[in-house]
């Protein structure tokens, strides 16, 4: 190959490379970003597409390395580009096991994990406007007010890292008004799982639960206790101020007449699943709904 052709080729891939499709997600982004300053961000979003093409490669071998096949994701078209990443929301009542479940399927996707209730905690440790607020309600085990809440999920989901490799939403929505919310700010999900557990059930896993603030790991002191000689961790293990058998009451009354309206909302990609079984069996049964809703957004892509 002379020069010129080089040239010719090197010059081809760039402008193959600018073009790769740009996903649903910055799409999204595109319009937020429009809508907010009046002027077409393109530039943006081309540079955003051009670093998917090569974040491409990385993702099809992270699927191979976890034994998944890239082989049926379509990338000719944004919603079957492996790039577009998963967005997951998982619902059940207290203690039925989200967190737990969590701390897998973040480990499995690499999406970013966000609960309201750790973030509503920290804000509460940190004593900001929104912690103040929320205080006074979590401490007698009710819901937040919606508009203490929304705002801030909304404007998480916005960050690039949420784009980019998607998101876990563990306790949010919990009313009519926060799903409602995210459907309005065009926010969905691929896959809605809701954990099942019989509410006797749950009085024992809140009065048991503990966890470890420098990990974030939760453990309960009967069904899955820290190892005997880790002494340090069981030395700094924190018991939640709202996971006494009162509070659960009301956090209970809470799930409950809360709780139809949530799942009316997703019913189209809700999968229930027993969570009165033991954590591992759970997750394989989560894991699974997780990838059921991949495959099935990539043939309706196709
Ligand atoms: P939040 O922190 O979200 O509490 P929650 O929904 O009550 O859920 P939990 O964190 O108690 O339980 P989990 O389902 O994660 O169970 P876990 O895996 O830890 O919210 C706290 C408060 O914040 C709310 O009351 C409200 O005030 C406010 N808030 C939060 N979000 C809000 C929103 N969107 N709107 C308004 N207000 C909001 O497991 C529990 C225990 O069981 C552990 O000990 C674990 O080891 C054990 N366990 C887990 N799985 C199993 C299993 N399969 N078998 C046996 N044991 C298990």
Not at 120 to 126: C, W
Not at 266 to 278: L, P
Request: include cysteine.
């Amino acid at each position: 190959m002379n020069n010129l052709s080089t040239l010719l080729v090197v010059a081809l891939a760039s402008v193959t490379m600018a073009f790769t499709p740009v996903p649903s997600t910055h799409v999204r982004l595109q319009q937020q970003l429009t809508s907010t300053d009046g002027s077409s961000p393109s530039c943006v979003i081309l540079e955003m597409g051009s670093r998917g093409a090569t974040k491409w490669e990385k993702k099809k071998e992270w699927l191979r390395s976890r034994g998944m096949s890239d082989e049926d994701l379509d990338e000719s078209t944004p919603t079957g580009n492996p790039m577009t990443p998963v967005n997951i929301i998982i619902a059940g009542a207290p203690a039925s096991g989200k967190g737990t479940q969590c701390e897998i399927i973040k480990e499995e996707f690499g999406v970013v994990h966000l609960s309201t209730g750790d973030m509503l905690r920290a804000a509460v440790t940190a004593g900001t406007d929104v912690g103040v607020q929320a205080k006074e309600f979590m401490d007698s085990g009710k819901l937040v007010p919606d508009e203490v809440i929304i705002g801030i999920i909304i404007d998480r989901l916005a960050e690039t890292d949420c784009k980019e490799q998607g998101w876990l939403l563990d306790g949010f929505p919990r009313t009519a008004a926060q799903a409602k919310a995210l459907a309005d700010a065009g926010v969905s999900a691929d896959c809605f799982i809701f954990l099942d557990v019989p509410d006797e059930i749950l009085v024992e896993r809140v009065v048991g639960r503990r966890t470890d603030p420098e990990t974030g790991k939760i453990y309960h002191m009967t069904f899955s206790p820290p190892s005997e000689e880790d002494t340090e961790v069981i030395a700094r293990l924190e018991h939640r101020s709202d996971d006494t058998e009162e509070k659960v009451v009301v956090r209970l009354e809470q799930f409950h007449s809360n709780v139809a309206a949530v799942k009316g909302s997703y019913e189209e990609i809700m999968v229930a699943i027993d969570g009165n079984r033991s954590p591992s069996v759970v997750s394989e049964e989560v894991m699974d709904s997780i990838k059921a809703a991949l495959a099935k957004r990539t043939q309706t892509a196709a």
